[in-house]
């Protein structure tokens, strides 16, 4: 089956950086989403990408399914960004398959 | 609108005992999946159900099972629960199946000890 790989697996940064988050998949996909896990446990849609780039205010990200990857673009990042970030992929079925996340920390 | 609604919220039960989870869709949508996320993982993928008919099942033990109701709430039970169990229980819920993007739930937090 599909197996999604994200990366880094942590990162800190200080308030008003700018980051990357990177999410690899092993097979084609039909899709990708984005999301952010706050610390309630709530799944917070971001992006809905199967391919090309979306922007919404700081958060933008590119998905390059020939490629197999997408990427998760942060900028001016905020207290408020910190949490863990998902990339999932959607195989044949409609189900997703997420990665393990990414755990980010904004320092003030 | 409403969000895709779980309860309960938290939830503590013993080895050996049943627990039945619930979950509304957003209006409009037919498909409800379930997904389990133990502590540091991802969620993974446990019951996908359209139009009332099992679609999809995940990697789980037949202790798992689920069913969606003609309003297209859906319910999760699992029998004999393990202390493995414990984890948070997520719904999601989407149009249809297939191709569309899916919404989750505030989830429900099932320990069991």
């Known amino acids: 089956g599909i197996q999604v790989e994200q990366s880094p697996p942590d990162l800190i940064l200080q308030e008003g950086a700018n980051s990357t988050l990177r999410c690899n998949f092993s097979d084609s996909v039909n899709n990708l989403q984005w999301f952010h896990q706050n610390p309630w446990g709530q799944l917070i849609n971001l992006f809905y990408?199967?391919?090309g780039t979306k922007q919404n205010g700081r958060l933008s990200a590119t998905t390059v399914a020939t490629e197999r990857y997408s990427l998760l673009y942060i900028s001016s990042s905020q207290t408020t960004d910190s949490g863990v970030y998902f990339c999932?992929?959607?195989?044949?079925?409609?189900?997703?398959?997420f990665g393990q996340g990414t755990t980010l920390q904004v320092k003030p | 609108d409403a969000g895709v609604t779980q309860s309960p919220t938290h939830l503590i039960k013993t080895r050996g005992q049943h627990v039945t989870l619930r979950c509304s869709p957003i209006?409009?949508?037919?498909?409800v999946s379930w997904y389990q996320q133990v502590l540091g993982q991802g969620p993974q993928f446990i019951f996908q159900y359209y139009e009332k008919e099992e679609r999809g099942r995940g990697n789980f033990p037949d202790r798992f099972s689920a069913r969606q109701f003609p309003n297209y709430s859906s319910e999760l039970n699992v029998n004999a629960l393990l202390l493995g169990d414990s984890a948070l229980y997520l719904c999601?819920?989407?149009?249809?199946?297939?191709?569309?993007?899916?919404?989750f739930g505030p989830g429900t937090r099932l320990t069991v000890t």
């Open positions: 990408i199967p391919s």
């Open positions: 999932a992929a959607r195989d044949d079925t409609g189900k997703l398959i």
């Open positions: 999601a819920s989407s149009l249809a199946q297939g191709l569309y993007e899916q919404y």
């Open positions: 209006s409009g949508h037919k498909s």
